[in-house]
């Protein structure tokens, strides 16, 4: 079959040669096997289980998949200057990680509901999210920015794999409603009566990062995804970095093997092959909405750019690796395999473009005319009824922002004073 690469293959470094080495001897078994589809060098290999998933992806949507990742990436450059030019408090790059972004999000249905951490710009993107919209929180203008129950993207969780937790949870509620809506159309159909349309089933997907991997929110909610069977996917984008450690400080083996600890399937797949990604992830949301259980994906990928605004990756990680990485690059091998195949020609690539552009400009302008919230809605939304304490914090916080001059007002002490003194106190 030849597209299981081992992953030592694609680790390029001697330390992580080595890791994989411990772990086989640790674990008395080879390194896991990587799903791929589509090399770097943009041609299509074969897979058993997942070539006839990828063959459903006809020419359209595969020239979607890369409008989709060229599009996230452009707005990924947008959201950095923005950040630069101080428009942002501070910004998150995605670049490198749009395959295993837009492969996966793209596989989802709607019905399904997503956890992201915040970096998923891109599955964002796929659920239909404004992207001006995600960019009011880091603005600082807004703690979310979107409502999640319009795509079924929950709000971004910065708080390191919190968000596993929540989605099993929901996950077990989807199973639970899903229970109860059978009992009932059994109960309606033996009166034979009509109940409607039954909702589709659906899966959640919870994504985190390999340094998140290592948090026990992780671990506890493998544990009861398991345990109960729940429909989610754990999607691992194993991004090689965690701020400045490397992943394989955070883990012995290859972390698609810890599923087998849970009891539940575990598929390490090219992260930055987006036709792998979606094949993969349209076979454990299915596998999930059968009720079959959870299943982990660990997507094989790499963060070209800085952890974020606030971070400098040349202190922590020699350039030699980020080239490695570049060669491997998600958009470049499709935009190959589309050119090679005759899928697209010159005319799709400069639509491409102009679009890109067009988002950034529409990004650009709105994330200026994003207005600065009145704070006292930070107050009113504590709580559903008023509650004293806020009451009393929102009095102190008034009086103390008086303090404060303004060109227009001189500040409120400052013309007590003078009153008082005009007053000849
Ligand atoms: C509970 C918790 N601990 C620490 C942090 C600080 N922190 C933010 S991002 C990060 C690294 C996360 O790395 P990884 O999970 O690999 O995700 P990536 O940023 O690479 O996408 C850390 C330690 C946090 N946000 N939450
Ligand atoms: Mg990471």
Known sequence: ???????????????????????????????????????????????????????????????GLYADMAAIRRFDVEATALQRQGQLALWVPLTGQEAAQIGSGRASQPQDYIFPTYREHGVAWTRNVDLAELLRQFRGV????????????????????????????YAMGIQRDQKLAASSAAVVRSDGQDNGAAAPDAAVIAYFGDGASSEGDVHESMVFASSYNAPVVFFCQNNHWAISVPTNVQTRVPLSNRAKGYGFPGIRVDGNDVIAVHAVTEWALEHARQGKGPVLIEAFTYRVGAHTTADDPTKYRESEEEDAWRAKDPLKRLEKYLRAEGLADEAFFAKVKADGDELAAYVRRTTHDLETPDIRSAFANTYVEAHPLVAEELAWFEEYSAGFATEEEPARQAVTAQASQEAGH
Not at 6 to 32: K, L, Y
Not at 143 to 169: C, E, I, M, R, S
């Open 142 to 169: 807004s703690n979310g920015g979107w409502n999640p129950k319009d795509t079924n993207f929950h709000l971004y969780t910065l708080v390191l794999a919190a968000q596993t937790l929540h989605a099993v949870g």
């Open 1 to 63: 079959m030849g597209t299981h690469l081992p992953a030592t293959e694609f680790d390029g470094t001697a330390v992580d040669d080595q890791r994989e080495a411990d772990a086989e001897a640790v674990m008395g078994e080879p390194p896991a096997q990587m799903v791929q589809l589509l090399g770097p060098d943009g041609k299509l290999g074969f897979d058993p289980v997942f070539t006839g998933y990828a063959e459903k992806l006809t020419a359209e949507k595969l020239r």
